[in-house]
């Protein structure tokens, strides 16, 4: 049960570049969030305070009763898994299986729960198969997965994904969907930062958009890609079904496939 | 026409490997004419890629058998060096393609003219034109290690234009990229292909694909199992079956031509859904 609250928090890198402009957020335990935005709009930025990679300049970060500024990166670790954007950033083990169970192992768990948190990160990944191969054998794609399920063995209650829909196909997406569902019922509160407008109106109903290092809005998925004004200032482009529903000059709230198509088939007398 | 790419019954494996990656595989592609090659992860894909821009065979070795000729000339003739000015290649991942060498954009876009020996002056030049064409002139001073990853994935197509090869072989140019960022790198592909560039993108964005590219390749577990023109592949119901993701409104039309709507053909692109559906585009509200 970890919540996690920013309040008002910006933060410059030491060459005074600014980076987060005045962020006030809160996360609900097992709440899924997705971040939106332009690249350079602070993103990652942000999920990096809330894992204690970075310390905010003003501000506070809480996660549960814990500022991260009296805590170090490895303390708040524990409790905020951050899959970094780049998987070679993370990686460093010669086979799969050890790296995924690094974390867990390195927790100090019993070696029972690390082999059963392994073993269970791995699955839900899709990488079992690749147990004994090495990580830079394998494709970026399955590569992410590697990163993903070395975070999720550590078995912490807030999990930050940077981008894993990057460069994913059919079935990647389709084993990322099935994890965001499978951590909500664990209670696992996930934030997923993503280009995939598709894959947010699937997936997600809180979405966060930021755009020039400041929260531009905080809504449901329906009121922010029909919000012209929301849209042309974080320059976002809605999902391809936004569009085709516009196209057609439906009524606005349409996102889904399905809703699409229903609505077709209706106008039809089908 | 002129055939740019020619390969015949291509077949690959890496070393002290049992398996093939790519298998039988034989396509000729014309002048000038953009190809995106579609295909889930770990289909051949990058492979492909690599045997394109010579990588197969001439630094992973391994066993090759069929024909590679690029531009009238085999493989096997050419040096790994004039095969760098001939095929440009732009790698999946920005963050290794930056050379590591260089402390600033500026100088990492003009590193490849440098190494063939152009002049100061026309370096200069060119190097000022492609930052100009990318977008990324403020960011000419930066590091480019401080980059972020669509930043850097801007600074890779750009160190790669910038030489002016006559293929371009883009591997997932947009991974990393915003929405608005995407369009804008198609958008230089484009004007790559109106300069008769021929290219060849690995690309998983198929609202893209269908917008922008000529010609389609589906890999399939190494083999090449469709090829043609972008609208009659998508339109095929064999493409179906390889699990590959379909542009949007394509899936959304086969979805309701399943449920008994009569559609007058198969849209590949959002705009054409209400011409498909025989819609004049009459708003019709409650």
């Known amino acids: 049960m970890t919540e996690l609250h920013l309040n008002n928090v910006s933060f410059s890198y030491p060459d005074g570049t600014k980076a987060l402009e005045n962020l006030t957020l809160s996360i609900a335990t097992g709440e899924r969030v997705a971040i939106v935005g332009q690249n350079g709009a602070g993103k990652t930025t942000a999920v990096k305070l ?4 970075l310390k905010p300049t003003e ?3 809480l996660v549960g009763d814990w500022n991260t500024k009296d805590f170090t990166t490895a303390q708040v670790s524990r409790k905020v898994g951050y899959v970094f954007q780049n998987p070679d950033d993370q990686i460093f083990h010669n086979d799969v299986e050890s790296e995924v169970r690094f974390g867990p192992k390195n927790m100090g768990f019993e070696p029972e729960r690390v082999d059963e948190l392994t073993h269970w990160a791995m699955d839900l990944c899709g990488i079992s198969e690749f147990a004994d ?9 399955v590569r992410k997965f590697v990163t993903i399920a070395s975070v999720l063995a550590m078995d912490s209650d807030i999990i930050i994904l940077d981008e894993p829909t990057a460069g994913q196909d059919k079935i990647g997406l389709q084993i990322l969907g099935n994890l965001l569902q499978v951590l909500e019922e664990k209670k696992k509160s996930v934030i997923t930062i993503t280009h995939d407008m598709e894959f947010v109106t699937d997936y997600f109903t809180r979405i966060v958009v930021m755009a020039n290092r400041q929260l531009v809005a905080d809504d449901n998925a329906q ?3 029909y919000n012209t004004e929301v849209l042309e200032k974080s320059m976002l482009k809605p999902p391809a079904v936004a569009q085709m529903a516009k196209l057609l000059d439906f009524p606005s709230g349409i996102l889904s496939k399905g809703q699409l198509i229903k609505v077709i088939l209706s106008q039809r007398g089908q | 026409m002129t055939i740019m790419i020619d390969l015949k019954n291509v077949s690959y494996r890496y070393p002290v490997s ?9 396509f000729s592609i014309e ?5 995106a090659i579609v295909g889930n992860n770990g289909s051949g894909k990058t492979t492909l890629c690599n045997t ?9 070795k391994g066993d090759l058998d069929g024909e590679v000729i690029i531009d009238q000339t085999k493989m096997a003739d050419y040096q790994l060096g004039q095969l760098g000015e001939k095929v440009g290649y732009v790698f999946q991942n920005p963050f290794i393609q930056v050379s590591g060498v260089k402390d600033n954009v500026f100088e990492e876009v003009a590193y490849g003219l440098e190494n063939l020996g152009v002049p100061v002056e026309e370096i200069k030049i060119r190097v000022e034109e492609v930052l100009k064409l990318v977008k990324i002139e403020h960011l000419r ?6 980059l972020s990853g669509g930043q850097r994935q801007r600074v890779a197509l750009a160190s790669i234009i910038v030489m002016d090869p006559e293929i371009l072989v883009i591997d997932e140019p947009t991974s990393q990229l915003d929405p608005i960022g995407t369009e804008q790198i198609f958008d230089i592909i484009r004007l790559m292909k109106e300069r008769g560039k021929t290219i060849i993108l690995v690309e998983h964005k198929m609202d893209l694909i269908a917008e922008y590219a000529d010609d389609l390749l589906v890999m399939h577990e190494g083999e090449l199992v469709m090829q043609g023109p972008v609208r009659e592949v998508f339109a095929d119901p064999e493409f179906e079956k390889y699990q590959i993701q379909y542009p949007h409104v394509t899936e959304i039309a086969l979805q309701l031509q399943k449920l008994g709507t009569a559609l007058s053909f198969i849209p590949i692109r959002d705009e054409e859904l209400a011409k498909a559906l025989n819609r004049t585009g009459v708003a019709i509200h409650d």
């Open chain 1, 50 to 53: 809330m894992n204690g990679l």
């Open chain 1, 59 to 61: 501000g506070t970060v």
């Open chain 1, 133 to 141: 191969e090495n990580p830079y054998n394998l494709p970026y794609s």
């Open chain 1, 223 to 225: 009121k922010i890609f």
């Open chain 2, 18 to 26: 049992d398996d093939f990656v790519l298998k039988n595989i034989s």
């Open chain 2, 31 to 35: 002048k000038g004419k953009f190809s």
């Open chain 2, 52 to 60: 394109i821009r010579g990588f197969v065979p001439h630094f992973y």
């Open chain 2, 141 to 146: 001073d930066k590091n480019p290690f401080e």
